[in-house]
């Protein structure tokens, strides 16, 4: 038996007993490093190439959050951009998108979108996911006869990581508003 088989099986029997409870909600199915993964669609603002945002994106280099390298402005506001693959410990893959996300500063480098997709409900986690994945990790979602990890978008920053983040881009500004009056 397959662990997301096993997961898929704990899923199943974890919330067999509240199904009726669940409603269903549209995804947006993302790859990152050949790993499927589900967000709430109403939790993506927009999705852009690499390619389109290169011009627009300004490198930061911040030791203490090595998944973040990058900001983008975009409509009046700084988002950090996560690399997914770092963030989840996945091998190095060459991201193709970025996913902006809602009401929240971060979006996401990933590899591509699979497809949007009604799930019909989202699953409690297994007792098997411990420590960051529980922040990472709303729940589990079963489609197509595969268990899709459900992100929380708020997992791919911590408070601690924004506030890093936010010192070190007020270090930078500083900095480059001496150099240009020097």
């Known amino acids: 038996m397959t662990s997301a088989t096993r997961l898929g099986e704990e899923a199943t029997a974890s919330g067999q007993a509240s199904r009726r409870g669940r409603r269903s909600e549209t995804v947006v199915l993302f790859i990152v490093a050949n790993q499927m993964f589900a967000v709430a669609a109403d939790s993506v603002h927009e999705i852009r190439s ?3 945002i290169a011009g627009a994106a300004n490198e930061i280099q911040h030791p203490e959050v090595p998944k973040v390298r990058h900001t ?17 410990g996945l091998p190095v893959s060459r991201p193709a998108l970025v996913m902006i996300l809602r ?15 009604e799930i019909s409900g989202v699953y409690p986690l297994p007792q098997a996911f411990a420590g960051d994945d529980r922040r990472w990790y709303r729940g ?8 899709i990890p459900v ?30 009056q020097a």
């Open 50 to 52: 690499t390619d389109s």
């Open 72 to 88: 983008i402005e975009r409509s009046g506001r700084t988002y950090y951009v996560v690399n997914a693959g770092m963030h989840f």
């Open 103 to 117: 009401r929240f500063r971060a979006a996401l480098l990933v590899d591509r979108i699979d497809r949007m997709a």
């Open 140 to 147: 589990l979602a079963y489609l197509d006869d595969s268990v």
């Open 151 to 180: 992100v929380e978008p708020r997992g791919f920053l911590t408070p601690g990581e924004f506030q890093q983040l936010d010192r070190a881009q007020s270090e930078a500004a500083r900095r480059d508003a001496e150099a240009v």
